[in-house]
């Protein structure tokens, strides 16, 4: 079995309703699928975080170093494809682009060996994967205490027993939004922040001091990724558990995250950090210095899909009788693609999505839905 080509697919979708985390508006939902094919028939898919155009640019550019070779020899074209962009692509696109094709490969390793990619990865310690609802954004031109409250009222009434919300827009309104929340789900269902850096380390201290009274499991993104000194001197200066890591990218930035104290809960990104091959040794890493790991996804079936197998083998820590298993982050703000692009929706049923059991990522793309979400420009 040999690769013949690597194409990207692009999909597009213009958004009604704007949404702004604390420094982007999101205006569109736009995403980079990498598909790669070979001579025996048989397609692997992936996915990358991040911007849609730069990554397929850079699969691109990537691709001519796998034509020819066999999918099976996934470690080794890892290495090619970082050795070979390493001096100008230790982290960011480069990444990004290498993650997406990476996974490609192990779906293709699954497909010609007929079993799942996380059996291939060693075996699922959990196949029920619980998850929790992602959203909270702040919607242009709506009131967004009203809008959060609703948005998690209803995330909580579909069955899910935890959920994240945005902050970054002021430490005021962050609070009163908090607290509308807290008050609106109730004291049972987990409820984590999210700041996507948008404050300073002055001000995210000062947040996390007022916010403890709200029961939160996490304060994700305190502070710009950069900053691991900073993001250790919030872990010692207020009380919630620091999360970080979904723009961290390679074995060696979480290494340094990790030697610098920078989180309690870890966030790889199985579509940023490297793909499926740099989850595993990040999970070494987390093992090791020990923090918990609560993968970060944003992105459509494909990315939910190479998440799930990514999870599934998350060791349990610490062993113990009663099976446990942290969240699996589920996005749940518009993106009408997100599952149409699959023939079998990967949608949690009362919370909880199961690990799919099929060859490789065990989905089948709808190559329909590829087409009518295909960007007119680009
Ligand atoms: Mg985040």
Request: glycine share 8%; with cysteine; hydrophobic share 45%.
């Amino acid at each position: 079995m040999r690769i013949t080509a690597v194409h990207t697919h692009l999909l597009y979708h213009r958004l009604d309703q704007p949404f702004q985390s604390s420094f982007s508006q999101f205006d569109a939902r736009f995403h980079c699928l990498v598909e790669i094919v070979t001579d025996s028939g048989l397609t692997g898919w992936g996915e990358c975080l991040g911007p849609a155009t730069a990554n397929a640019a850079m699969v691109q550019a990537m691709a001519p170093l796998l034509i020819g070779g066999s999918p099976l020899e996934i470690e080794r074209h890892w290495l090619t494809l970082y050795n070979q962009f390493r001096d100008q692509g230790q982290r960011g696109v480069t990444m990004t682009a290498l993650s997406g094709l990476d996974i490609a490969l192990w779906d293709l390793t699954g497909k010609h060996f007929n079993a799942p990619v996380h059996v291939l990865m060693g075996g699922a310690h959990r196949t029920r994967i619980p998850v929790y609802a992602t959203g909270g954004f702040r919607p242009v031109g709506r009131n967004r205490i009203e809008a959060t409250v609703a948005e998690m009222t209803a995330a909580v009434q579909a069955g899910f027993r935890a959920c994240k919300i945005k902050i970054g827009f002021g430490i005021a309104d962050d609070l009163a939004t908090i607290a509308a929340v807290r008050e609106a789900i109730g004291p049972e269902v987990t409820l984590a922040i999210d700041a996507n850096h948008g404050y300073d380390a002055i001000d995210a201290i000062a947040l996390g001091r007022r916010a403890e009274r709200y029961d939160l499991a996490w304060f994700e993104e305190p502070v710009v990724p950069e900053a691991l000194e900073a993001y250790a001197r919030i872990r010692r200066s207020q009380p919630i558990p620091v999360a970080g890591g979904e723009t961290w990218h390679s074995r060696w930035g979480f290494a340094q995250a990790l030697q610098a104290g920078a989180v309690d809960i870890l966030q790889p990104d199985v579509c940023g950090l490297g793909g499926l091959s740099e989850f595993r040794r990040v999970l070494t890493l987390a093992d090791v210095h020990p923090v918990r790991v609560v993968p970060h996804v944003w992105g459509t079936a494909v990315a939910i899909a190479a998440a799930l197998h990514a999870h599934a083998i998350l060791p349990p820590a610490p062993p113990a009788h009663e099976a446990r298993s942290p969240h699996l982050e589920f996005d749940r703000t518009p993106n009408p693609f997100r599952q149409a692009i699959v023939a079998t929706p990967l949608e949690p049923v009362d919370g909880i999505l199961t690990v799919p059991d099929g060859p490789g990522l065990g989905i089948e793309i709808n190559r329909e839905a590829l087409a009518a979400y295909a960007p007119e420009t680009f």
